[in-house]
């Protein structure tokens, strides 16, 4: 049987990123959706919220399941006994930062393979935190998120009020 662990940060979930799971969930008998939870950066959602979200948009694939983790993601992987590392490619900069990880994984832990799966064409464009920006500058985000994502950002951003611009990590669409 092999499983594949989906690590992310997932802040929140996008569509493609969903995609990535839904296509290596077809790849592999069992994924794990890793939410990681302790990461240096400022995040929208707590682990708990992401968790959440990431579990409602797979409660229907029986071979997915989503947990949480603090250690490296090696670790992780040999925790729950995954021969694989599953990652997804949008464009180049995504290749030489995915390469460089899968490298340096590959030294920590030489039994446990790195898989890439290029996104659809149709989400080439989409991060985390370009959906957060569009949400924080009052774009319409349900093209490019499960519905409940979209009103989780909605209401998140409504309670941050006037900090939420402190408090998001964007990408910079308000000056491009």
């Known amino acids: 049987m092999t499983k594949a662990l989906y690590p992310g940060t997932f802040d929140p979930i996008t569509n493609g990123q969903l995609d990535i799971a839904l ?3 077809r790849l592999f008998d069992e994924l794990v959706i890793g939410v990681y939870a ?27 399941s989503v947990i949480t983790y603090e250690s490296l993601t090696v670790e992780c992987a040999r ?10 490619l949008r464009v180049i900069s995504d290749f030489e930062h995915e390469f460089q990880m899968a490298l340096m994984n590959r030294e920590l832990a030489p039994d446990i393979d ?5 996104t659809s064409i149709e989400h080439t464009y989409l991060s985390s935190g370009i959906v ?45």
């Open 79 to 88: 925790r729950i006994e995954a021969q694989a590392i599953v990652r997804g």
């Open 23 to 25: 296509r290596a969930a």
């Open 132 to 176: 957060k920006e569009v949400a924080l500058l009052g774009g319409d985000v349900s093209p490019f998120v499960p519905p409940h994502v979209a009103e989780a950002l909605k209401r998140r951003l409504e309670a941050l009020g006037k900090e939420r611009g402190e408090k998001v990590d964007v990408v910079s669409l308000k000056n491009g």
């Open 114 to 118: 790195f898989v890439c799966l290029m």
């Open 38 to 64: 302790g990461p240096s950066r400022e995040l929208l959602f707590s682990p708990e919220e992401r968790l959440e979200m990431v579990c409602k948009c797979v409660e229907n694939v029986p071979n997915i």
